[in-house]
């Protein structure tokens, strides 16, 4: 369905973007992952038709983004990732704006922007106006507005950037639906734990280029090969702790600080429980006994790291 | 603390004087100031002085004027974005909140926006010492001049900063202050250059400045008082306007969204869905956008306009009819100062709201969005423009002398609606071609100012010259064939009534037709409509190919 192929983009000497190739196959839902700066955006600007590029192509449902434009616009939803409403206007108002520049014609706009609001839950929202809504409703406003024209291929450039915890669990659900939906959604994030559940591929990428790309278990396998163990205890009995866990093969480094315990690990679920179990039955007052959830940055130091050696 | 140290000031100047853009403008005023002496410059090829004491006395006025125009005319357009440009930028609660005195943002804001333009007026000094040099002028005359000038950028640019305290968006404060500081520039030029040398220097030495500083005054604790207690920054809910409880403290006018004429320019909200067909930015842009930030605007630029329309209408059109035409030039001035307000953010405003992308990967043509703009721009500053011709209209219908030219009135009127077309393009067209609305503002009046008043000043210019050489009024008329002020003068006024009223014969002197060919010789105004209509399609070509290749066919940012 999205096709990137050689997608480079320079600002001057400045290479945002470095031979970028990745393609998404129909109803995938791929997790486009990188830090602030990294060049997410102008890809997906690019594949939105809102960028000219130094080179390459790219094409969405075998329409190129760069010789028919038009084509592409009428599949593609595109949610920015930083956008303004206009003032004056109310949910409703701002939707039939919307569904108007998309030509649906009047007969079927009322059915589909109840339909939208109904799904994004805005039904009570309907007749505020669209400057006073609140960050989250603004989101999820935006996300309506992609939504009404039924595009199979939706481009979301971090939905849920800004929002409170409670209003990206919604986000979360909400995508959740739309992939129920059968669309093609490419979304991108900074945060690697809030796509990692529902994906099914992802690609991550730094300064302009693709470090990873693949399905999520591929890129899991990766990195389940370097996990951190965090051993928390109740007492200060962390040096003998310290010193079984050192004793199994699957442990590599461990550190210690005030009743912690953390080790590096590599090996099966299987070889955690039976640590615990370990840890346990040597009468160690283990308080929590957990992986450490991975930073984004920690992903990226490894994958680099897979890519050198 | 004010001066030194003041951080506003410092990144405002650092902003402004890192760009080699002011030094350029800065060269390229001076030298046409310079050109300008330089071509009076009587050496003849003996090396004698003689001159006219006329001519140091022209290019004073030429000098004064020009300045005092620019004055007026720049001071707001660089002032009144000052604080709403904090709001729209979203840096304004951050200001707010820094331990910075209310005080110190005013100076700072102050003194960065009018810095360039102090400047400006000062790299003149030493070509008017040069004309002081040709005799005929006073250095108390210079001096005097200058103190107006500099009374006069202070006291437009503080009120400019008041309003921009006062709107939300920079277009609202700019519109306001140009209402505000236009009757006081006239004043200002009445008093300051009357005949009677006493008057003159009274005025500008004993009353200008205390009144001056006392308005000064009044502004700053104003000002300081709206940045201590911020009324207006918005959390959420806080910025929408409610129209219906807005109306209920509107003090005169109360625009009434279904009723004529108000619902030309602001069409009642919808309450059902667009039809098949409609084009969506148009309809968006003049049932919601106009008044999203409310009505205060709107009822400020009606009442200040009508009100200074009634002396004028007196003046011009009931005890002079003979002067409509100058009647006509306010309309015009009023059209060239609001009209463009409403069309030079339009393309700017989607990008700064960061609603462009929303817009560009719809559907919508450029061509469709483009037009919607130049329409709902059109449409606005068209029938603002035409409130001030019922004045016009009333003075056709009750004067008997007007009566019987009503053909004056038809070309007082079309000349009125084409430079309403005028302003409207080529604002449209440097929000086109530029990245931001402030740009955009200060290039649509320069745009307007070399089409519309610069010939004017030429032709006077030239007249001057044309005491040696050989300038008719014919070819100094050509000159001005691009300027309506012009135009509307053109149209001859005097009638027969008057003849009769008087008891004299008065001395109609023969209309100046500009020869385009052999055959061919027509007056300015006819020149004028003529023109602009391919014009203005040139301009809007340009916005046309401008947006299609900056922004919808995929542009360099989004």
């Not at chain 1, 992802?202 to 990873?212: F, W």
């Not at chain 2, 402004?16 to 390229?28: E, H, I, N």
């Not at chain 2, 306009?305 to 035409?325: E, H, Q, V």
């Not at chain 2, 649509?444 to 005491?467: A, C, D, K, R």
Request: net charge neutral; hydrophobic share 50%; proline share 5%.
């Amino acid at each position: 369905m999205i096709e990137v192929i050689n997608f480079t983009k320079r600002y001057g000497d400045f290479v945002a973007v470095d031979d970028l190739s990745f393609s998404i196959g129909k109803g995938e839902i791929f997790g486009f992952i990188g830090p602030n700066g990294a060049g997410k955006s102008t890809t997906i600007r690019f594949l939105a038709t809102l960028l000219r590029p130094t080179a390459g192509e790219g094409r969405i449902c075998g329409h190129s983004v760069t010789a028919d434009p038009m084509a592409v616009r009428r599949v593609i939803g595109f949610m920015p990732d930083d956008f303004g409403v206009y003032d004056g206007m109310k949910v409703w108002e701002f939707l039939d704006f919307f569904a108007v520049a998309y030509e649906i014609p009047r007969i079927s706009r009322k059915k589909i922007i109840g339909e939208v609001l109904e799904l994004l839950d805005l039904t009570h929202k309907k007749d505020d106006y669209v400057n006073g809504l609140s960050k989250g409703m603004k989101q999820r406003l935006c996300l309506a507005k992609t939504l009404v024209h039924d595009p199979p291929v939706l481009i979301l450039d971090e939905p849920a950037s800004g929002l409170d915890p409670r209003a990206r669990l919604e986000m979360k659900a909400l995508l959740g639906e739309l992939r129920k939906m059968g669309k093609t959604i490419l979304i991108s994030s900074h945060i690697l734990s809030e796509l990692a559940d529902f994906c099914t591929s992802i690609g991550i990428i730094e300064r302009g280029k693709l470090l990873a790309a693949g399905s999520i278990q591929e890129i899991q396998q990766q990195i389940r090969s370097h996990r951190v163990l965090k051993v928390r205890l109740l007492d200060d009995s962390t040096d003998r702790a310290a010193a079984i866990l050192r004793d199994d093969p699957s442990i590599r480094l461990v550190e210690t600080y005030d009743h912690t315990v953390s080790a590096e690990f590599e090996g099966h679920d299987e070889d955690m429980g039976r640590l615990l179990g370990r840890l346990i039955a040597s009468g160690i007052a283990v308080q929590s006994f957990a992986e450490e959830p991975l930073s984004l940055e920690e992903v990226f130091m490894m994958i680099t790291k897979g890519i050198v050696s | 603390m004010f001066l030194r140290d003041n951080p506003v000031l410092t990144r405002e100047l650092l902003v402004t004087l890192r760009s080699p853009r002011a030094f350029v403008l800065q060269f390229l005023y001076v030298s046409a100031l310079g050109a300008l002496v330089y071509f009076y410059w009587p050496a003849g090829e003996d090396g004698t002085r003689q001159v006219s004491p006329g001519v140091a006395r022209r290019l004073f006025d030429i000098f004064f004027l020009g300045q005092f125009f620019l004055v007026s005319l720049m001071a707001p357009t660089f002032a009144a974005g000052s604080i709403t440009g904090e709001k729209e930028r979203k840096t304004y609660e951050m200001l707010l909140a820094s331990p910075l005195r209310p005080g110190t943002i005013l100076v700072g804001k102050l003194l960065s926006s009018l810095s360039y333009l102090v400047i400006l007026i000062l790299s003149s000094l030493p070509l008017m010492i040069l004309c002081y040099l040709l005799g005929g002028l006073l250095l108390s005359e210079i001096t005097r001049s200058y103190l107006v000038l500099i009374l006069a950028a202070g006291t437009f640019g503080l009120l400019s900063v008041a309003c921009s305290s006062y709107f939300r968006r920079t277009s609202s404060a700019l519109v306001v202050s140009y209402l505000v500081t236009l009757p006081l520039s006239v004043l200002c030029v009445a008093l300051t250059r009357t005949d009677d040398v006493v008057t003159r220097d009274f005025v500008s030495i004993a009353i200008l400045p205390p009144w001056c500083l006392a308005l000064w005054t009044v502004l700053e604790i104003l000002i300081n008082r709206r940045l201590l207690h911020p009324p207006d920054v918005g959390s959420e809910g806080k910025d929408v306007v409610d129209e219906e409880e807005e109306m209920k403290y509107a003090i005169g006018v109360v625009i009434d969204r279904d009723l004529f004429p108000d619902k030309l320019f602001a069409p009642a909200k919808r309450v059902d869905l667009m039809p098949d067909g409609t084009n969506p930015v148009l309809d968006k842009e003049l049932r919601s956008e106009i008044f999203s930030q409310g009505t205060l605007m709107l009822r400020v630029v009606i009442q200040v306009s009508m009100l200074l329309s009634i002396p004028l209408m007196a003046g011009l059109l009931f005890l002079r009819s003979d002067k409509a035409a100058y009647y006509v030039t306010y309309v015009l001035t009023f059209n060239l100062l609001v009209g463009p307000v409403f069309s030079s953010g339009s393309i700017t405003q989607e990008r700064e709201r960061q609603t462009l992308a929303l817009l560009l990967t719809t559907l919508l043509t450029p061509g469709r969005i483009v037009l919607a703009k130049l329409v709902a721009a059109l449409r606005v500053s068209t029938v603002l423009t035409f409130l001030l011709t019922e004045q016009l209209l009333l003075a056709y219908i009750l004067l008997p002398e007007l009566r019987y030219r009503v053909w004056t009135l038809l070309i007082f009127l079309v000349i009125i609606a084409i430079t309403c077309l005028a302003t409207s393009s080529v604002g449209l067209m440097c929000s086109a071609l530029v990245r931001r609305t402030s740009t955009a503002m200060v290039l649509t009046y320069l745009t307007l100012l070399v089409l519309f008043v610069l010939p004017m000043g030429l032709s006077w210019y030239l007249e001057g010259i044309g005491q040696e050489q050989s300038f008719t009024p014919e070819r100094l008329a050509s000159i001005t064939i691009t300027s309506p002020f012009s135009a509307a003068l053109s149209v001859p006024m005097h009638t027969s009534r008057i003849e009769n009223w008087t008891g004299q014969s008065l001395n109609v002197p023969p209309p100046v037709m500009v020869q385009l060919t052999r055959n061919l010789a027509l007056p300015v105004w006819a020149i004028f409509l003529a023109i602009y209509p391919p014009l203005s399609l040139v301009f809007f070509g340009i916005t046309y190919l401008a947006f299609r290749w900056r922004w919808w066919k995929a542009g360099d940012a989004g």
